[in-house]
């Protein structure tokens, strides 16, 4: 009893001394009004994003990423088969509801899943590319244990690594997996120190044996037209010196490149970087903000002679480690009609057979790749999904270095807990089932081979009472017709664009 009495006490007078506290501070207005009682609602507050994620959402309309895809990316990560009983949860009549087009006569899948060759007639060394990659994630955002059990992985799976901007780190060259090797606006990891691209550390690195493929990043889906960021917290001494940057000040890329200010630069600097990197593919990434500016790009490649071997497009929906709220929501063209206006346009120049198209941006499941590819794409590329495989849980504290399952954090008690070897096993099962699914549903449709889709395979409701396909809701231009004579809706945009500059024409075009 005595002792109760002095618990009590003593609580009581540390809620004396914290009220005294909350009404003499001047920093928060609901502590000076409400004190103690008010701490409660920063405690919900800060809980709010579990509460919502384990106990609000229903199982198909979270975000980023629903608790259905996450379950499926659990699940096939841990080797179990994913199955759901009774049917879907889906409105299947409602406006915007996607679906696709199964055959009355399906097709047995092949025994072996598609791969995609990635290399033009400029390259010497084309690479065999999955229909599923792990998508740009730097190493610095991602932690090293991270980056150990996606390269793991993908050299389990054989399929592609793609370094993100954050340099070539000894983590991801490791385990040995097939890496693509990105390129951002700071040339981390082939830069000069005033910050300039270093072509003799570039050509050193990309002539080693895991680099399958080299990349250019333009921009980003998540933050198009800013340089990426990496927060002071995560930048240690060891990505400091990866990146040649001051080590815990925050690490922002430029928002635009050196190597290059004009289409025909662009398409001249990716040539060189071919070059350099010993005849391997060689192309770029960047979000859509305007068909002109495509439509610019491919006037470059007409007029220099030669093409990127691929392009990623990166959907306004994709993921990031760390950016700006407005440029999340508000800037960027989502992927769907990223990747229309990219293949279209190399179509309409007659050089689509030459580029390879990749998909970037919330692809998780078989049906994204295969809806990813009638829309154009020959391969697709996942980030998040990828790290779901690895352990993620969607607790989105990227930035803060405090993820708690060690993925994207530099903390390094934090990071020990993710398991290199069992992660990557897991990462590889996600990759191999997801890509076995694909090609189940392609069987479905009568189809052993992604070439053989086309737009009349997906449909969308346009209405209560319709729906149609995306070769009548979507015009798809005939090879070499933006050349010969551009169809009305493109005449404008094609006229405007020029391949010695990016954006609208210094003078308006008039037809």
């Given at each position: ?366 049906n994204d790749i295969v809806k990813r590819v009638i829309q154009g794409a020959d391969y697709t590329n996942s980030a998040r999904a990828m790290m779901m495989a ?12 405090k993820c708690p399952s060690g993925v994207a954090t530099q903390n390094a008690r934090r990071a020990r807990a993710l398991d290199v070897g069992d992660k990557s ?87």
């Amino acid at each position: 009893m005595g002792r109760s009495r002095w618990v009590v006490g003593g609580a009581g007078v540390g809620a004396v001394g914290l009220a005294a506290w909350d009404l003499l501070q001047r920093k928060h207005t609901i502590l000076r009004r409400y004190p103690v009682v008010g701490h409660l609602r920063y405690l919900l507050e800060d809980i709010r994003p579990e509460l919502q994620q384990y106990f609000v959402e229903r199982d198909w309309d979270g975000r980023p990423f629903d608790r259905d895809t996450r379950s499926v990316v659990y699940e096939r990560a841990k080797g179990i088969h994913g199955e759901r009983p009774f049917g879907t949860e889906l409105d299947v009549n409602e406006v915007g509801y996607e679906y696709l087009v199964h055959s009355a006569a399906p097709a047995d899948p092949p025994d072996e899943p598609a791969r995609v060759v990635v290399g033009g007639p400029d390259c010497s060394k084309p690479y065999s590319m999955a229909l599923l990659n792990v998508s740009a994630m730097s190493f610095g955002a991602l932690s090293a244990n991270a980056i150990r059990a996606l390269n793991r992985g993908a050299a389990l799976g054989g399929f592609a690594h793609d370094t993100g901007e954050g340099g070539l780190s000894p983590y991801h060259l490791e385990h040995g997996g097939d890496i693509v090797w990105e390129i951002g606006t700071g040339y981390f990891g082939a830069r000069t120190k005033d910050g300039d691209f270093d072509p003799a550390t570039f050509s050193d690195k990309a002539s080693g044996e895991s680099v399958k493929c080299v990349s250019l990043k333009l921009s980003q889906g998540a933050k198009p037209g800013i340089g990426g960021v990496l927060p002071g917290a995560k930048v240690t001494k060891e990505i400091a010196d990866i990146r040649q940057v001051p080590q815990g000040e925050k690490c922002v890329s430029p928002s635009s490149h050196r190597v290059f200010h004009t289409p025909v630069e662009l398409i001249e600097f990716i040539g060189r970087m071919r070059e350099l990197a010993g005849g391997k593919p060689t192309g770029f990434k960047l979000c859509v903000g305007s068909r002109v500016d495509v439509l610019a790009i491919c006037k470059a490649m007409l007029e220099v002679g030669t093409t990127p071997d691929f392009i990623v497009v990166d959907g306004s929906e994709g993921g990031t480690g760390a950016a700006p709220l407005e440029f999340e929501d508000h800037v960027g063209m989502p992927l769907t009609h990223g990747l229309m206006t990219v293949h279209n346009a190399l179509v309409g120049v007659g050089l689509r057979d030459r580029v390879r198209i990749g998909a970037s941006g919330k692809v998780a499941a078989g049906n994204d790749i295969v809806k990813r590819v009638i829309q154009g794409a020959d391969y697709t590329n996942s980030a998040r999904a990828m790290m779901m495989a690895a352990g993620c849980i969607q607790a989105q504290r990227c930035h803060t270095d405090k993820c708690p399952s060690g993925v994207a954090t530099q903390n390094a008690r934090r990071a020990r807990a993710l398991d290199v070897g069992d992660k990557s096993e897991r990462v590889h099962r996600y990759q191999q089932a997801t890509v076995d699914e694909a090609m189940r549903i392609m069987a479905a449709m009568a189809v052993t081979d992604p070439s053989q889709l086309s737009p009349h395979h997906l449909r969308l409701n346009v209405s209560a009472t319709r729906n149609q396909s995306y070769a009548e809701l979507y015009d798809w231009l005939a090879p070499g017709e933006l050349v010969a004579e551009p169809p009305r809706d493109w005449a404008h945009d094609w006229a405007t664009a020029s391949a010695d500059h990016f954006g609208p024409g210094a003078r308006p075009v008039h037809l």
